[in-house]
């Protein structure tokens, strides 16, 4: 047998080891009676979201919607991921704008495959290291290693997206604040205000639109003023947001008037908004020093100080 056959070979049962322990860990995540209630739980949850989905798409299958519909199955049938963890990522899937329940499932059947597509790659691409490829042990540890950093990426993508979108949120807050004091100040109500104050932000940052636009819609449905704005807290998760809730609450618990209140805290925010563009000004001297000596540098330089080496090498060339 040659070595490429052999090679071949060991790929082959690494990845059938792999493929063996994830399914000896299904058989024990479902063993039971334990497993057999998430089991029904879990194809009932899928059921109330296939509804849902063709309620919603009307008859659209598209390639994209296939997709998300296997994707959202498979995270669905995973064992890999308890309940406590699901809930830990619907609450960060929310914090980035994915309020969809098949969001959580796309997300777990994602990391999923990027960790089996990684862990292929090393396994297929392995033998091809120096020194230590040539172990079939060293590629089994890297195979396993490669397949847990290849779940972790996902999420750090979802948390990249989250940060830029709650800057971007938080940017647009101080604008938010102004116009929800001019709505108050006009006499209209706290959930007429802020339907206004979406409609009004939805070109500018249609994130913070689409939350405050959730937010009217249950204070118009459930008429808990409370409840309400401390799920629109969970949700932004910003500090800026929880002050505004927390003096919101306070205001409609107390009697106090809501205008005021809501001018010292756009005061506040823009008084925070400019301090921030300030810092960022001030740092800006220091970052453009190293591009300026890498890049700008030597081209001026080379323009003032070409001319005199020119002259320089022609008379040293005539003598």
């Keep these: 047998m040659s070595q490429n056959n052999v090679e071949t ?16 860990w299904w058989a024990t995540k479902h063993g039971g009676q334990r497993g057999r209630i998430a089991d029904r739980v879990r194809q009932a949850a899928q059921v109330q979201r296939n509804d849902s989905a063709q309620e919603d798409d009307d008859g659209n299958d598209n390639l994209l919607a296939r997709t998300g519909h296997r ?33 959580v499932s796309v997300l777990l059947a994602v990391k999923f495959v990027v960790g089996l597509v990684c862990a292929a790659f090393t396994v297929m691409l392995g033998s091809r290291i120096p020194v230590v490829g040539a172990y079939p042990a060293v590629r089994g540890v890297m195979m396993l290693l490669v ?12 948390a990249f997206f989250a940060a830029r979108r709650r800057k971007a949120m938080a940017g647009s807050l101080p604008d938010a604040l102004d116009l929800l004091v001019i709505c108050t100040n006009a006499g209209n109500s706290l959930g007429v205000s802020i339907r206004r104050v979406a409609d009004e932000m939805k070109t500018i940052c249609p994130p913070l639109s689409g939350e405050f636009a959730l937010t009217a819609d249950e204070l118009k449905l459930s008429g808990d003023s409370t409840r309400a704005l401390q799920a629109l807290a969970d949700r932004i998760d910003l500090p ?20 005021q209140a809501l001018r010292t805290l756009s005061h506040t925010e823009r008084l925070a908004h400019i301090v921030s563009l300030e810092e960022k000004a001030a740092k800006l001297a220091p970052k453009m ?8 540098l030597p081209a001026v330089m080379l323009i003032a100080a070409g001319p005199a080496v020119i002259q320089l090498m022609s008379v040293f060339a005539k003598k």
């Design 9 to 24: 070979l060991i790929n082959l049962l690494m990845l059938l080891t792999l493929v063996v322990a994830i399914a000896i």
């Design 240 to 259: 800026s947001i929880r002050a505004l809730i927390s003096t919101l609450t306070q205001s409609m618990r107390y009697g106090t008037p809501i205008t």
């Design 289 to 296: 020093a190293v591009p300026m000596m890498v890049f700008i």
């Design 71 to 103: 994707l959202a199955r498979l995270g669905d049938r995973l064992p890999l991921f308890d309940a406590k963890y699901r809930e830990k990522l619907r609450k960060e899937m929310v914090r980035s704008g994915y309020r969809s329940q098949a969001a």
């Design 147 to 158: 397949f847990v950093v290849g779940m972790i990426v996902p999420e750090y993508v979802l």
